[in-house]
């Protein structure tokens, strides 16, 4: 019951890795986006405060999905390896239309659910078409491999990102936040560059992608997504780099999209808004 | 006697914009390049401290580059446009083997020496083989058209960039300086996608791109040289956007070169440093 990230079937559900920030009053375009996708006032949202070591966090986030239109929210209060486990929380996650991870630490969410029957579920509920929204610490820990920390900067350097495992919703993407607001260019191009058979995708606050079973995602919110394809790159020094080293990459492919902007993960080609 | 620019012949003189803060004592990569090039002790090397307020900043750099080993330096102290047509300046300037343009503001550069003599000489020299170099607000100058300002960040921003004409020793590459250091990747961005025929380059500091009458340019010092390239851009957003929109760019390609790349402005192919 662990399926296969990247299941190409049209049952699974959307994966929507969010920048951070996102707007939690008034129109908040994000949220209520991703409460209309799990069913508006039918539905059922999960919430995983537990990147937040707020104790507030898994409350607040139900009263802003109330806000925005959901039909339930509740959190699931999982602190620790014990709480993951726990049947209570797998019953009420096997119950929910869609689940939404919170920000705050990733190390918490990947050293807490890493491995736990929470963390299988989610695989599986959302292979099995439930929808999953993570924000910030929250959008970092869906993919297969996680960008755990790193160092601010525009160009790339060696031992410039750290990366631990994610969740493993998607196996070609690599996902950052707060992207362009804490200039995080260069600890993407390093991570890509470490093993560039991954798309670097960059989140702004306030912004998601909205990746459907079809592997086309779609930008809402108010900032942008940055896209980073080394499928052509021709050359790197990256292996040979010492921490002080300007490194070089070759041939890379860059695409800035804004809302409406969708990108095909399969084919990796960006698509304007449609008219 | 304006040659255009970007003149294909053989016998041109090297363009060399260099990132600014490059090294001035020691091994100085970049400034003792710029010497070797034009002829090392042997050669004579006129400098134009024009973009800086600073009264000893001409005298500096030949004091500088004597250490670095060229024959003969003197600084032409021009500050106003009427120095910039005084006969002498100009009889110095036609005895250069060399000439390099120092930091400071590149507005003050293209105010006082734009139209005159001394900017016609500066293309009419490079054009017949003598060799130009410029740091900083002096990288700036060197294309038809110049980064005047800007604001900081990584993303493209509509209004996010000045531009003013330049001494028009290049019409294919936009020069962007102090690049990493500063933030620059957005205003090149926006920059390139206000007329997509121009190749965005960000040189870092100790940085410089030493590009040859063949319009092969090689990365000389310790940091990168960033090119973006829209040659295949298909899509931009930018003739709608407002200050606060988001923009989308799509089909950029992005190479950073450290020392030893070389990048064939002509094919727009980037190449690793030879084994």
Known sequence: VSPSPDHKELSRGFVVPIGGAEERAGAMSVLSRFVELCGGSDARLAIIPTASILPDTGDRYVEIFKEAGVGTAFSLAINDRADASDPLWLEMLDEADGIFITGGNQ???STILGGTEIAKSIRRLNAAGIHVA????GAAIM????????VP???????GVNLAPGIGLTNTLLI???FSQRNRLGRLLTAISYNPFLIGVGIDEDTAMFIGPDQMGEVVGSGAVTIVDPAELSYTSMSEATKQDSLSLHNLKLHILSEGCRYDVNSRIPYPPEA
Chains 1, 2 share one sequence.
């Not at 993570?134 to 610490?137: C, P, Y």
């Not at 993919?143 to 790193?150: E, N």
């Not at 900067?153 to 031992?159: E, K, M, R, T």
Request: proline share 8%.
């Open 107 to 109: 190390l918490r969410l």
């Open 134 to 137: 993570g924000t910030s610490a």
């Open 143 to 150: 993919p297969q491999h996680m960008i755990a920390g790193g």
């Open 153 to 159: 900067g525009v160009l790339p350097q060696a031992d």
């Open 176 to 178: 950052d936040q707060h």
